[in-house]
């Protein structure tokens, strides 16, 4: 169900959808990252990269929840860059 939810979304919405799952994607690796970092000091280029994995894997497993965030967010940010250009489109309108 949220396959067919995410295709439907991306073939309305397009780059947008995509973008806002990959910014999300990005948001909550960085945050699992830093998270791990915090309870576990690594110095070694394999402690880190042990790190990397251990932050994708949780990320990956939230990946349902970042789905229906997109659902759910996509449209808002939509109307949000829709309200952002109109008034720069009224005032580059000739005034009579």
Sequence with gaps: MNRQRLKNLL???GRLALYT???LFIVVLLGFAGTIHLGVHTE???GK???WGAAW???KLTQPLRIL???ALT???AQLLKLRKKPE???QTPRT
């Design 11 to 13: 073939a309305e919405y």
């Design 21 to 23: 799952y990959l910014v």
């Design 44 to 46: 070694s280029t394999a």
């Design 49 to 51: 990269a042990g790190l």
């Design 57 to 59: 894997l949780a990320t």
């Design 69 to 71: 965030a997109t659902v």
């Design 75 to 77: 449209p808002l940010v």
């Design 89 to 91: 489109q009224d005032s």
